[in-house]
């Protein structure tokens, strides 16, 4: 049929492609098809892993150790989600709409980024959530900062542990504490994961993610249930960005509930509504 359109199918395993080479992949598709793809050859996973095995023989790699091991010394009194008797796999999508506008003008005035103030509401609503200050999860952040990376194809995402404090304060010290936290936990990310969870009994069953401006996210007003979930971990939130604000999206294996998921989506959306108009 002359009038029926032609399409390419392409199944990569997400241990090996982070997110970005979606992009990277239909680019070069496109590109191939108008004869445009050149032969250059992608060194970039090479190079990554010339770094990675190089820094260790660096200073750095020492004094980032040393971070790791000053923010884990109070690993003993960290407390972890308890599981639920009715658990089972599954998911929900929560819209939180008309707070963009606020959160920019928040983070603006307060001299952080949305990221680390969406990291900063996962924070205080986990340890809500387990009756704990003291709250220990991992974050992703994309790990693409070299050059010769921001085209290259491969799994480049890095997982970083933290231990997060959520002590009563002021909302402008919290912050401002957890933006710095998060932003030199990213700096010393060069000391890896499996490295770290050895040397602290770390796991990765609880995990924090913003995706900034990178997936399309069509959702409607009410909250969605699905009987999936992402299974990287035992208990993911994930938020994503809207045109007027963010959904906050909550994937768990068969230890939680869908109404503990339920629940966790709703007050992370009336905190991150509540930090950005209260002092304390």
Not at 201 to 211: A, G, P, Q, R
Not at 232 to 252: A, I, P, R, Y
């Amino acid at each position: 049929d002359s009038e029926a359109g032609k399409s390419i199918i392409y199944n990569v395993h997400h241990i090996i492609s982070d997110a970005t080479n979606a992009t990277l992949i239909n680019k070069e598709l496109e590109q191939a098809l108008m004869g445009k793809l050149d032969d250059e050859i992608d060194l970039g996973f090479v190079y990554a892993s010339r770094d990675s095995f190089e820094v260790q023989y660096d200073n750095k790699y020492e004094s980032a150790q040393k971070f790791f091991q000053d923010n884990f010394a109070d690993i003993d009194k960290v407390q972890y989600l308890l599981r639920d008797v009715d658990g089972k796999i599954g998911s929900v999508g929560l819209p939180i709409r008309g707070i963009r506008e606020n959160v920019e003008s928040f983070t603006k005035k307060n001299n952080i980024t949305v990221s680390n103030l969406l990291n900063a509401v996962f924070a205080y609503t986990y340890s809500r959530f387990i009756g704990c200050d003291k709250v220990y999860y991992n974050f992703t952040e994309h790990g693409r900062h070299e050059d010769y990376l921001q085209d290259a194809w491969g799994m480049f995402i890095r997982t970083i542990p933290v231990i997060v404090d959520c002590e009563n304060r002021s909302v402008a010290d919290y912050v401002d504490y957890t933006s710095d936290l998060i932003l030199k936990s990213m700096t010393n990310s060069i000391y890896p994961f499996r490295l770290l969870a050895k040397e602290f009994d770390l796991n990765n069953n609880v995990i924090f993610e913003y995706n900034h401006d990178l997936n399309e996210f069509e959702i409607g007003d009410e909250i969605v249930f699905r009987d999936d979930a992402d299974e990287v971990s035992d208990f993911l939130c994930v938020v994503n960005d809207l045109e007027d604000g963010f959904v906050v999206s909550v994937s768990h294996l068969d230890k939680f509930s869908q109404n503990t998921a339920k629940q966790f989506g709703e007050s992370y959306k009336l905190i991150l509504e509540q930090i950005i108009s209260v002092d304390k």
